[in-house]
Each structure stands twice: as structure tokens, then as C-alpha cells.
């Protein structure tokens, strides 16, 4: 896991809520920026950090939804928090059912906002650790040959060696010496890991 402080990043176009905000958040021990504009952020380039993000609703040129969905087009995983002091049902639906960890009106109570912060960070580190395990698991897969792919597709499809020996046109011996290259390689401990595996990067794939 990396080790950089993550960012609570304050998207708000009221520059007093920004202030208030920075400052609580500062209190409580965290690393902040604050952006008067979706567009401020959008342009930051600061979206493969960790971190997440508390966002105003209502704001000119991008609202809060609209910055949402852009992040979501970008494949973002930054969590995001609103907290608005326009909120109505219709739009917190809509923000949570895009992914959002928490719908806050203003004004806030500060243990209620640091609790939200703390849950969208601690969402954040896993969606950060769980993207560096497939980066691995990927690189594993990769360093396979091009026969060892093979027997792989076939193994987790759950031929047997004399099967596969038959599929590939091989001896049953040197199978067995390709699937045990297989398992070391991609580090499966059991037959169910190394489907396990497999589908993970299955479900990867754009």
C-alpha cells in the first residue's frame, strides 16, 4: 500500500463553507485542498491520489451531479461525500445510487461529517488495495507462456490432464509439468484459487 496521506478534497463554491470546512477537518488531523469549482478540480489532475471528496450540490457551470458523473466517465473510484445545503430527496437518491457514501445537508454537526470523511477514506484504501492486488495478479498472469495460458483456460474449465493432453496435442506428463508451472506462477495454493483468480481477472476486463 502506498503511503502518501490521502486528501479530503472541499468542492464548494461558498468560500466561507470552504474555510469552515478546511479548518474543521484540519482539526481533526486530515490533509485538505480546497477548489471553488468542479472545474477547479476537474483540472487539477489530482484524481490518482488517495483521498476522498466532500462536494456542494449546487454550484455554477458543474453542479455536484454533473462532477459525479464526470468522475464516474473517468472511472474515478475517489469516494465522494455530499454535503449541500440544498438537498432534497430526488437528488440524494440519485447520488447514492451513483456510488456515494453519504447525502449531508448543511449545517452539519462535526462528529456527523467526520464520521462520513472517515468512512469514505477508509473506503478509499480499500478500493486502493484492492486495485494494486489485481495489479499483481495481473502481472502474474502475464508472466505465463503462451502454452501455459492454455492449460490454464483449460484447467479452471475443469479438464483433466488426459483431456488437456488431448486438447493440445501433448503428452499427459508434460501437462502436468505446465499446470504446476500454472499454479506456482499465479501463486494457487488449490484448483478453487486458481478459479477464484481467474475469475477475478475475468471480471476485470473492460
Not at 486528501?7 to 485542498?33: K, M
Not at 477464484?196 to 475475468?202: N, S, V
Request: glycine share 6%; hydrophobic share 50%; charged share 20%.
Amino acid at each position: 500500500m502506498s503511503s502518501v496521506v490521502p486528501i479530503v478534497h472541499v468542492v464548494d463554491d461558498d468560500a466561507s463553507v470552504r474555510t469552515a470546512l478546511t479548518r474543521l477537518l484540519q482539526a481533526a488531523g486530515h490533509r485538505v485542498c480546497a477548489w471553488s469549482s468542479a472545474g477547479e478540480f476537474m483540472g487539477a489532475g489530482v484524481l490518482g491520489g488517495p483521498g476522498c471528496i466532500v462536494l456542494d450540490l449546487r454550484m455554477p457551470e458543474m453542479d455536484g451531479i454533473e462532477m459525479q458523473q464526470a468522475l464516474a466517465h473517468l472511472q474515478s473510484s475517489m469516494p465522494i461525500l455530499f454535503l449541500t445545503g440544498h438537498g432534497d430527496i430526488a437528488s440524494s437518491v440519485r447520488a447514492m445510487k451513483a456510488g456515494a457514501v453519504d447525502f449531508l445537508t448543511k449545517p452539519v454537526e462535526r462528529a456527523t461529517l467526520l464520521a462520513a470523511v472517515a468512512n469514505a477514506l477508509a473506503r478509499d484504501n480499500t478500493n486502493h488495495a484492492a486495485h494494486e492486488e489485481l495489479l499483481v495478479l495481473q502481472q502474474r498472469y502475464t508472466s505465463l507462456t503462451a502454452r501455459e495460458h492454455e492449460v490454464l483456460a483449460l484447467v479452471v474449465a475443469g479438464r483433466l490432464n488426459k483431456q488437456i493432453a488431448l486438447e493440445i496435442g501433448a503428452a499427459e506428463r508434460t501437462v502436468k509439468i505446465h499446470r504446476a508451472r500454472v499454479m506456482e506462477k499465479m501463486q494457487a495454493g488449490s484448483l478453487a484459487e486458481l478459479v477464484r483468480l481467474t475469475e477475478r481477472l475475468a471480471s476485470s476486463s473492460p
